[in-house]
């Protein structure tokens, strides 16, 4: 079946470092989603992406969608307290009924 | 707005027993989810209804799973019996859009169930 892996499973940053998630499908996406969990919360959507090779940015965070699109990336600059918690991707199990499944997701630490 | 509420937020039982979940999805969304969600992992969708019909219901454990969403408004999730592996936090989410169609997903507080 569908698996959406992701890559690192944990990172831990000192603040005002760079962190890059990244996020590999095994077929093809048609729309990828990125969600934010922080420690005892639920996911909160962050963006989605539909277009090959689409970039978008919120702030310090930049999506990316892989020309292919199996892929996807997220990239924090300078990252902050505020940015704890787990991200997670998530791609439709099939096209046509767009039920999503989530990535394994990567936990972030930020030391200050 | 209000969002997806959820009931109770917390839930202990023996294994063996029953339980049962509540979800209240956002005003006019056409789409409610639930998901499992294990410690460590990501969100596991266990169905999937679009206004009161399901969409996706393939990773239900049906034997033990039941769930529905009566007049295409409220949901309610129920295990009987329940597992120890049933130990998780129970997400209900809830988006606008049909499928195929934009769906930025909404979700709940979550349940949080323990079995014992």
């Known amino acids: 079946g569908q698996q959406v892996m992701q890559i690192p499973q944990y990172q831990h940053v000192q603040e005002g470092e760079d962190f890059t998630t990244y996020c590999n499908s095994s077929?093809?996406?048609?729309?990828i989603q990125w969600y934010k969990q922080r420690p005892g919360g639920h996911p909160v959507f962050l963006i989605q992406?539909?277009?090959?090779?689409e970039v978008k940015k919120q702030k310090r965070l930049t999506f990316q969608f892989g020309e292919a699109k199996k892929n996807s990336s997220l990239h924090i600059t300078a990252t902050q307290t505020t940015d704890v918690g787990t991200y997670f991707c998530?791609?439709?199990?099939?096209?046509?009924?767009?039920?999503?499944?989530f990535g394994t997701g990567t936990r972030l630490k930020v030391l200050a | 707005e209000a969002g997806v509420a959820q009931s109770p937020r917390y839930k202990i039982i023996e294994k063996r027993q029953s339980v049962a979940f509540w979800c209240n999805p956002i005003?006019?969304?056409?789409?409610l989810y639930w998901y499992q969600q294990i410690l460590g992992q990501g969100p596991k969708l266990l169905i999937q209804?679009?206004?009161?019909?399901?969409?996706?219901d393939s990773q239900l454990p049906k034997d033990r799973f039941s769930a529905e969403r009566l007049k295409g408004v409220d949901s309610t999730l129920k295990i009987q019996p329940a597992k120890l592996e049933d130990s998780a936090v129970y997400l209900c989410?809830?988006?606008?859009?049909?499928?195929?169609?934009?769906?930025?997903?909404?979700f709940g507080p979550g349940t949080r169930l323990t079995v014992l």
């Open positions: 989410a809830s988006s606008f859009g049909l499928a195929g169609n934009y769906n930025e997903q909404f």
């Open positions: 077929t093809t996406l048609s729309n």
């Open positions: 992406l539909v277009k090959s090779g």
């Open positions: 998530a791609g439709p199990m099939t096209s046509g009924t767009y039920k999503y499944i």
């Open positions: 005003s006019g969304h056409a789409t």
């Open positions: 209804f679009q206004n009161n019909g399901v969409v996706d």
